[in-house]
């Protein structure tokens, strides 16, 4: 069983769990709720063991039950975070190495409140690599959990930026490393490049192509990837 599904599988038992406590006051439901959590626990520890199971999944447990709210609140929905495929004029693509991770990708971050979608990828990419940026459109809006970005639910809302001026410096705690490449050029380890590269690089050659998104699978919830349907 891939491991994304089976987080896929914990997030979403784990929102549904969590939504219900929040506009639940049976005492029934509520105790039928938490128990849910706690499977969804037991398949989130299953789907990566790096610890003693039972002692995390009563900690995710204990997390996800202090992030209950009540009413509208208490809707459990995928965080948002934008992304920013920058090129430049020689046809090369900024990316950072990420220093959680260690892995590579175009500079992204957290939506913060009072910005814009299209502010936040200027402000990303500022902060992340010192570069200035003019965000020119929207090109894409993927699901990180399903695609196997991240284990925290998010939409990403990925911007064709352009490269105005700046110098390269890598944010001394969010980035190892940062640079400008080449299809031919690319770092590893690079996270998702085949579901993304080539329509970035499009954008960064200057072609105007349809916002790419997550094609619907079939069946709706339970279909897979290799299952899933052209949009029409």
Not at 4 to 20: D, I, K, Q
Not at 41 to 56: F, K, L, Q, T, Y
Not at 76 to 93: F, I, S
Request: charged share 25%; with cysteine; proline share 6%.
């Amino acid at each position: 069983m891939p491991t994304r599904t089976l987080l896929r599988w914990a997030e979403s038992l784990s929102a549904t769990a969590r939504t219900g406590l929040g506009f639940s006051q049976s005492l029934y439901e509520r105790e039928r709720f938490e128990e849910i959590l706690r499977v969804a626990a037991d398949i989130r520890v299953a789907a990566a063991p790096d610890g003693d199971a039972a002692e995390d999944a009563d900690g995710l447990v204990v997390e996800w039950l202090s992030q209950v709210g009540e009413g509208v609140p208490g809707y459990v929905t995928p965080k948002v975070a934008v992304g920013a495929a920058v090129g430049n004029d020689d046809g090369e693509l900024l990316l950072i190495q990420r220093a959680d991770s260690g892995v590579w990708l175009y500079p992204t971050g957290w939506c913060d409140v009072g910005y814009s979608a299209a502010e936040v990828a200027v402000k990303e990419v500022h902060e992340e690599t010192g570069i200035e940026a003019e965000p020119v459109r929207l090109i894409a809006v993927l699901d990180g959990l399903r695609l196997g970005f991240t284990r925290v639910p998010l939409y990403s809302l990925v911007f064709y930026c352009r490269a105005l001026g700046g110098t390269l410096a890598p944010h001394p705690l969010e980035c190892r490393d940062v640079g400008w490449f080449t299809p031919e050029t690319l770092p590893a380890p690079l996270v998702g490049y085949e579901r993304w590269g080539e329509h970035v690089f499009a954008a960064v050659r200057g072609e105007h192509r349809d916002v790419l998104y997550d094609r619907v699978r079939e069946p709706l919830w339970r279909g897979d990837l290799d299952t899933a349907r052209e949009p029409r």
